[in-house]
């Protein structure tokens, strides 16, 4: 009998990576690690269909179930369209997506990279236009049937290196936010406070600074203690989604260019 950890990489293996969360899970991995616990069904998603409940089950060693309609119906696989006329560039579905298939800037149209798309979505609901279509791309197939290993292997990759830049992103805003802190601390202690009111609210503004850099320090020691999310930087990305990335990234890039 595999360990747990081992059962859930064999598990995750044969889920499509599509991290659309419907299994009730925010991502494929913990769905698989659920399943490997006992915590949650072998029957939970939808994107892989009933040929992934197959799947799974083989690999458990248990019956082939249905699908639980608690969490959708399996159906073929649609990719997100934006509608270029409607799209106020509010980068709401940009940070919505799971694995970074959503070109765009602040204020300027978004663009879905059709090839990156997973179709798990995410990007509907947060729209305030109602912009965003789920267009069906493989009519006739579902599940398995309209998705393949190669796609879901390069779909983990890209989501792998999506929980990386969230996490470097905030720890460099966290790091500007505890250098702006300590410089406004250093001025607020250089200002002169000739009269006993002025020494008191002096006082005061520096308690706030050193209250609000002290919960800044112990919530860098949780993260820094808190095991990362399964990961990837650009190094270990296979070629092909290191293209991927390369080429959003130059969509950005150009989008950026037009703004100036």
């Known amino acids: 009998m595999p360990s747990s950890n081992a059962l859930a990489d ?27 616990a006992g915590t949650a069904g072998y029957n939970q998603c939808p994107p892989g269909g009933i040929e992934g409940v197959a799947r799974l089950a083989n690999l458990l060693g ?15 696989r649609p990719v997100a369209v934006i509608d270029d006329a409607l799209c106020i560039g509010c980068t709401l579905c940009i940070q919505a997506c799971p694995v970074d298939a959503i070109a765009g800037a602040a204020k300027q149209m978004h663009t879905v990279v059709a090839n990156l798309c997973t179709g798990c979505d995410l990007c509907v609901a947060p729209c305030p236009v109602d912009c ?15 998705w393949s290993r190669a796609e879901a292997d390069a779909a983990r990759e890209r989501h792998r290196f999506h929980m990386f830049r969230l996490r470097r992103e905030k720890e460099e805003n966290d790091a500007r936010l505890a250098a702006k802190a300590a410089a406004k601390l250093k001025t607020v202690e250089a200002e ?16 706030i600074i050193q209250a609000a850099m ?24 296979s070629p092909a989604v290191r293209k ?17």
Do not use: F, H
Request: charge should be neutral; glycine fraction near 4%; hydrophobic fraction near 35%.
């Open 10 to 36: 064999q598990i995750e293996d044969l889920l499509p990576q599509t991290q659309c969360t419907k299994c009730g899970y925010p991502a494929c991995r913990p769905y698989a690690e659920a399943i490997a």
């Open 62 to 76: 248990k019956p082939v179930i249905p699908l639980n309609p608690i969490n959708g119906v399996e159906r073929v």
């Open 132 to 146: 965003i279509s789920m267009v069906d791309v493989t009519p006739g197939k579902s599940g398995w049937g309209a």
């Open 192 to 207: 002169a406070a000739p009269n006993p009111e002025e020494k008191a609210a002096q006082e005061r503004k520096k308690a």
């Open 214 to 237: 002290e919960r800044a320090r112990l919530q860098k020691e949780k993260m820094a203690a808190t095991p990362a999310p399964d990961t990837a930087t650009c190094a270990d990305l």
């Open 244 to 260: 991927q990335v390369a080429e959003v990234n130059s969509k950005l890039d150009e989008q950026a260019k037009d703004k100036q």
